[in-house]
């Protein structure tokens, strides 16, 4: 009964390779969102989709696609990884208008590069 | 930049209530003010959030002082599964349609046994 899953929970990879984290929300919600939290802990959003379309892109590098197929999934693609990417990765989602702020966020996703 | 302070790190006795003080000075009319948690390696989790009135919910209850410059949040009975860190947060809104929320550094809240 998960309400917003991630694949995979954890990534180790290489400097410069390409990888690509999952996320799906199964509450209905039109609203996605993907955040990453460093090794200072300090929480930042990158990314907001709102039923398929681009709302926020905070200043996160090209290097950085989110993909959303349908409302219920939004994909975050990397490409040619740096060390400096290493933290986790949520994924969240939320109704929207008033009720946007209550966000449900997944497990996360520690993507580690050497 | 987040637009709210909070203590870096508090105790609290198991069984006790936690007043967990949030700072908010800057806070404008129509801002709300939420609260989320993170427990070790979790994902955040959603607590409660107000405007003015006091809110209380099946977690926790959410004083708003009235000039809204301040706000608190209780946990009325912390257990030890209450260990997180707490985030308190002013919503800002963004292009209308979605609600972009900046995290500060939170407040690590020990319930000690």
């Known amino acids: 009964d998960t309400a917003v899953s991630q694949t995979p929970k954890y990534l180790v990879t290489q400097m410069g390779n390409d990888k690509s984290i999952k996320c799906e929300q199964n509450l209905g919600h039109d609203t996605m969102y993907w955040y990453k939290q460093d090794s200072k802990k300090f929480l930042k959003i990158m990314f907001s989709y709102n039923n398929k379309e681009l709302i926020i892109n905070e200043t996160v590098p090209n290097r950085f696609s989110p993909k959303s197929p349908d409302k219920a999934h939004l994909n975050l693609h990397i490409n040619s990884l740096e060390l400096g990417d290493s933290a986790v990765y949520f994924c969240?989602?939320?109704?929207?208008?008033?009720?946007?702020?209550?966000?449900?966020f997944g497990p996360g996703t520690r993507l580690t590069v050497l | 930049d987040a637009k709210t302070t909070q203590p870096t790190s508090m105790d609290c006795a198991e069984g006790r209530a936690a007043n967990l003080p949030c700072n908010h000075s800057t806070i404008s009319g129509n801002e709300y003010v939420y609260w989320y948690r993170q427990i070790h390696s979790q994902g955040p989790q959603y607590i409660i959030h107000?405007?003015?009135n006091n809110e209380t919910n099946e977690m926790a209850s959410l004083i708003i002082t009235e000039d809204r410059k301040s706000s608190t949040l209780i946990l009325p009975h912390a257990t030890l599964r209450d260990t997180a860190v707490y985030y308190c947060i002013v919503r800002v809104e963004y292009g209308g349609a979605t609600n972009k929320l900046i995290f500060g550094t939170g407040t690590l809240l020990a319930v000690q046994p």
């Open positions: 969240a989602s939320s109704p929207d208008g008033l009720a946007g702020g209550k966000q449900f």
């Open positions: 107000g405007l003015k």
